[in-house]
């Protein structure tokens, strides 16, 4: 056998990955460390350079073996990352994940269970059967029979939503709703899956609608005028729960009342938003989720884990009667006859790692109190940020935030220089901020999802987009 081929399960497992994990944390250390900020100086160029000479050959003749390989690309790629466990890297809906759902994440990565057949999975199957079972509940405390499926995010999520509801008619086409500002994943899923264009529903007014529906948002008056026109057929209105530019939510319970006298059905995609059902301070922004057919929830967004931990949530179980299928080497009819669970049936995906094994080591360690805690400490940090920009002469806040999302610009800026600002704060490694249009404006976007950022990490946030040029 080659060297540094050990294995990492059975009993000797543990013990060969020991050393090994030593060896990552040292470079993950060495590589923050020498990035020293965010993200790296330099821009996409320097970057590059420095991960092409840290990486060597691709694949050369003879191996360095595995403290090198692992201690040089490691330490290369933890240089070169945009960190959101740093305070000053709030761009995205990118969160940073707790070092208790990494340590599981590696059990699950040394384990390597496949959620294809329960040969494959006897254990983590059964974890992902309870663990689905009570966060199903969650979003519908009062359905019969609720289920939710584990996925690699909203995108897959979005997917599943639109393919079930065309199942259910598959003689004719189904025709999806939604507003200007929804998903991209909800367009492209309709592409993939042969439907016709979204209907794109004009955006709400944020006077209009009560509670405040800002850019993009899906307003029931005009939802309402638009399923009058369609003609008869059916139809699936998505509507959302936390947009990615403004953390948006749409007026669920006034839009499942549009929904329920067209007879269309709704689905949310809450996967940003979703996750404050875990709150009871924050929870009421929610109200009505629980009449949607089905739902988006990222856990890899405001649940603190690494990527990929998405759901998708149904109100009722037969929902997912089309995603069933036979292949006599994974579920054999007289294997499952005889009490094998039927492990295909539960996403569109074959080979599926347990995602399921960080979500529920988490839940089980913080608990609801826990989690509620986490919640309320990022969206009292954006309210506080919020705050300071108001504060200050020379900045605009666009609207108080709905989540965790908090959109501002300098006063006497045009879009170029709120653009500039933001290239400039990245290429120089001491910012990452996102972008964002709204109001025909375009916003610098700080998405706070680190529980631990303080005060003074805001202050300094502000500080350095007045002070760049």
Not at 132 to 161: F, W
Not at 321 to 326: D, E, F, R, V
Not at 332 to 348: E, K
Not at 409 to 438: F, K, N, Q, W
Request: proline share 9%; with cysteine.
């Amino acid at each position: 056998m080659p060297p540094d081929t050990p294995l990492s399960g059975g009993p000797h497992g543990p013990t060969a990955l020991r050393p090994l994990l030593d060896t990552v944390l040292t470079a993950l250390a060495k590589g923050a460390a020498e990035r020293g900020g965010p993200l790296p100086p330099g821009g996409p160029a320097a970057v590059a350079e420095h991960t092409r000479r840290a990486l060597g050959a691709v694949l050369p003749d003879h191996g360095t073996g595995a403290e090198d390989a692992l201690a040089r690309i490691v330490r290369a790629v933890a240089l070169g990352a945009a960190d959101p466990a740093d305070p000053l890297c709030a761009a995205h809906l990118h969160t940073p994940p707790l070092a208790l759902a990494v340590a599981a994440d590696l059990a699950a990565s040394a384990l390597n269970p496949s959620l294809d057949s329960w040969d494959q999975a006897p254990a983590a199957s059964e974890l992902e059967r309870l663990v689905t079972g009570v966060l199903a509940r969650e979003v519908y405390p009062a359905a019969a029979l609720p289920d939710a499926l584990v996925t690699s995010g909203g995108t897959e999520s979005n997917q599943l939503a639109l393919l079930l509801a065309r199942e259910r008619r598959p003689d004719r086409p189904l025709q999806v709703v939604c507003s200007t500002g929804t998903h991209h994943s909800v367009r492209r899923a309709a592409w993939l899956l042969g439907l016709p264009d979204p209907l794109a529903v004009p955006a709400a007014n944020a006077t209009q609608v009560k509670g405040g529906a800002d850019a993009g948002g899906l307003d029931p008056a005009a939802l309402d005028t638009a399923l009058t026109a369609l003609p008869p057929g059916p139809r699936l209105v998505v509507a959302t729960a936390g947009s990615t530019d403004t953390g948006r939510i749409d007026p669920l319970p006034a839009l499942a009342d549009v929904c329920a006298r067209h007879g269309a059905e709704l689905h949310v995609d809450a996967a940003y938003g979703g996750a404050f059902l875990f709150s009871p301070a924050h929870r009421a922004l929610l109200d009505g989720l629980e009449r949607a057919h089905s739902v988006t929830l990222d856990l890899h967004k405001l649940g603190w884990q690494p990527v990929a931990a998405g759901l998708f949530v149904v109100a009722d179980h037969s929902r997912l009667a089309p995603l069933a299928l036979t292949a006599d080497y994974l579920n054999a009819d007289d294997d499952t006859d005889a009490g094998l669970p039927d492990l295909l049936g539960r996403s569109p995906r074959t080979t599926r790692r347990p995602d399921v094994l960080k979500i529920a080591v988490t839940l089980g360690a913080l608990g609801r109190d826990g989690l509620a805690a986490l919640l309320d400490r990022v969206a009292e940090r954006a309210q506080l940020l919020a705050d300071l920009i108001e504060t200050r002469p020379g900045l605009e806040l666009w609207r108080r935030p709905t989540l965790t999302t908090v959109l501002f610009r300098p006063e006497d800026a045009d879009d170029d220089r709120v653009a500039a600002i933001r290239r400039a704060l990245l290429t120089e490694g001491r910012a990452v901020l996102g972008r964002a249009r709204a109001d025909g404006r375009l916003w610098l976007k700080a998405t706070l999802l680190n529980p631990h950022a303080t005060p003074g990490d805001l202050n300094h946030l502000i500080e350095l987009v007045e002070g760049t040029p």
